[in-house]
C-alpha cells in the first residue's frame, strides 16, 4: 500500500508513555501470552471498539445504508468486507474511531497515556517497532493468525519485535522496472535483462538507438528514493541498513556498491538524465513513463493503475529489478498497514478474543482475495490468495507483481525513527550521484547523523 511510504512520527516517546505501556503490556498481554485456549464468545449485544486510518474509510462503509459506488476509494471494498462481518456477528456493534492516517500512532500512544485504548487499531508499517518496543501493542504468537501462510519476510520482520508477532499485515504492493516496448523493439532488445551488467549494456543500446532519457529512478527530496531506488538493490547484495541493536549500517562495502552502480548509469553511461534529483512529486515523477519521457523507470506496483488509466497497458512491460549478479536473490520493498491489539489494563478476554476475530476475518487469506477483488492494485500479504478465484480473474501485470510480492517481498527496515533514516540516505545518495561528497563521506555521515539520534 502506498500510503506507508509516508507517514511517520518521530522516535521519541516520553518515558510516562512508554512505562504506561509496559504496565498495560503486562496485564492487557496475558492472555495472549498464557497459551490458554481463547475463550468463546458470549452471546449477546457487544460493542468492539476500533480506531483506524482514514484513508481507509471504515467509517463511512460500516455507516452507509446501502453499497457504495465504485468511486476509485476503499468505501466499496471495505463496505462489503464490513457486511460479510456483519453477517458473522449481527449482534456486535463495531464503534469506528477514525484518524488522519499520518498521526495514527500519535493517537494509540496519546490513548494509552489516557487509558482510553480500543480493541483493535490499524497502523503502518514503519510504526509497529516503535510501538511493539513502547509496549503498546499485544504480542500475537499464541493466537490462531495461520501465520504460516504470510510471507514470513513481512511477520517475521517489520510485522514482530524481539522474536514476538504483534502485527498482521493487511494487503501490500511491490515496486519494480516497467518500460516501453516499442523502444527495446526499436534497440534489437528481445527481453529485459536480469543483471546489472546486462540491464546497463541493454540501457546502452537504448541510448545509442537513439533513444533519449532512457533510465529513471527516484533520486529527488522523496521517501521513495531510499525505499524504491536503494532498499531492493542493497538487500539483494545481502545487506540492510538496520543492525540489531537499533543503529544504522550504512557505510558498509555494499551499500558502496549500489551508489557505484547509479553513479555509473548517472555519470558514466549517462543513460539517466541528471535532473531527477529535483523531481519529488509522485505525479511528475509517474509522468515520465507515461507520456513516454523514458524509456524504462522503477515504480510502485501502484503506478500501474495509472497506465491501465491511461489506456497504454498494452504498450508498456514490466519485470523485477535487476540482480546484482546471477545468484544473488531477488528482493523488493513491499509495504503494508497491519492489524494490532493494543495493550490495556483490566482486558476482557472475550473482547480481545472478538478483535482478533475481526482482524482475521479482514485479513486472512480468503478475506483478502474478497478484497483484491474488490480493490484495484493490491496484492496480497499472504500468497495463497493469488490462485483464489479473485485472483485468477486478474490481468497478467497484477499477476506478475502478486508473485513478485509474495517471492520476493521485504519489509520496511524496522528502524525507531524511519523519517530520519530515510532523509539520510536519501541525502547522502543525492550528494554522492551529484558529485556533492565522496560516497563514503556521506554515508559516514549519513551513519553518524542518525546513530547520534539514538538512545
Not at 517489520?158 to 519494480?176: N, Q
Not at 529489478?321 to 491489539?341: H, I, N, Q, Y
Request: glycine share 8%.
Amino acid at each position: 500500500m502506498k500510503q506507508i511510504e509516508q507517514g511517520t512520527v518521530g522516535s521519541k516517546i516520553s518515558r510516562r508513555s512508554v512505562l504506561k505501556g509496559a504496565l498495560a503490556a503486562g496485564v492487557g498481554a496475558g492472555l495472549a501470552s498464557s497459551g490458554l485456549a481463547m475463550p468463546a464468545l458470549a452471546a449477546g449485544k457487544r460493542t468492539l471498539k476500533l480506531t483506524m486510518p482514514d484513508n481507509f474509510m471504515f467509517g463511512p462503509a460500516w455507516a452507509a445504508k446501502e453499497a457504495p459506488k465504485q468511486d476509485g476509494t476503499w468505501k466499496l471494498a471495505v463496505y462489503n468486507r464490513l457486511q460479510a462481518w456483519k453477517e458473522k456477528y449481527p449482534d456486535v456493534d463495531l464503534q469506528i474511531t477514525e484518524v488522519p492516517w499520518a498521526s495514527i500512532t500519535q493517537r494509540v500512544i496519546l490513548d494509552a497515556q489516557s487509558g482510553n485504548q480500543s480493541d483493535l487499531v490499524m497502523v503502518n508499517d514503519l510504526n509497529i517497532p516503535k510501538l511493539a518496543l513502547g509496549g503498546f501493542l499485544v504480542p500475537l504468537d499464541d493466537m490462531d493468525g495461520k501465520w504460516d501462510e504470510y510471507n514470513q519476510h513481512l511477520l517475521r520482520g517489520i510485522a514482530s519485535s524481539k522474536g514476538k508477532i504483534y502485527a498482521m499485515p493487511w494487503t501490500t504492493d511491490c515496486r519494480h522496472e516497467m518500460y516501453w516496448k516499442s523502444d527495446f523493439e526499436k534497440a534489437g532488445i528481445k527481453a529485459p535483462a536480469d543483471t546489472w551488467d546486462a540491464f546497463t549494456e541493454q540501457l546502452v543500446a537504448l541510448k545509442e538507438a537513439g533513444i533519449p532519457n532512457v533510465y529513471s529512478f527516484w533520486s529527488g527530496n522523496s521517501v521513495h528514493t531510499p525505499t524504491q531506488t536503494v532498499f531492493s538493490q542493497l538487500w539483494m547484495l545481502g545487506s540492510d541498513v538496520i543492525d540489531e541493536s537499533g543503529k544504522a549500517t550504512l557505510n558498509t562495502p555494499e551499500m558502496l556498491k549500489v551508489f557505484a552502480f547509479y553513479n555509473d548509469l548517472v555519470n558514466v553511461k549517462k543513460v539517466t538524465r541528471t535532473d531527477l534529483v529535483s523531481i519529488s512529486a509522485d505525479d511528475q515523477y509517474d509522468a515520465l513513463l507515461l507520456d513516454h519521457k523514458t524509456s524504462v523507470m522503477k515504480g510502485g506496483s501502484w503506478v500501474w493503475n495509472k497506465i491501465q488509466a491511461a489506456g497504454i497497458e498494452d504498450e508498456i512491460g514490466y519485470f523485477r529489478t535487476p540482480r546484482p549478479t546471477a545468484d544473488a536473490k531477488d528482493a523488493t520493498l513491499s509495504g503494508f498497514w497491519a492489524c494490532e491489539l493494543p495493550a490495556k489494563d483490566n482486558i476482557d478476554p472475550d473482547t480481545q478474543k472478538l478483535a482478533f476475530e475481526f482482524a482475521m476475518h479482514i485479513v486472512d487469506a480468503e478475506d483478502q482475495a474478497k478484497l483484491i477483488g474488490d480493490q484495484q492494485g493490491q496484492l496480497p500479504t499472504r500468497p495463497k490468495a493469488v490462485d483464489s478465484p479473485e485472483g485468477k480473474a486478474k490481468g497478467p501485470a497484477w499477476r506478475f507483481q502478486a508473485a513478485y510480492a509474495g517471492e520476493a517481498g521485504r519489509g520496511m527496515p524496522p528502524a525507531a525513527d524511519s523519517g530520519l533514516l530515510f532523509d539520510q540516505i536519501r541525502i547522502a545518495f543525492q550528494q554522492a550521484i551529484t558529485g556533492a561528497a565522496k560516497p563514503e563521506d556521506a554515508l559516514k555521515a549519513a551513519e553518524t547523523a542518525y546513530n547520534s539520534q539514538q538512545s
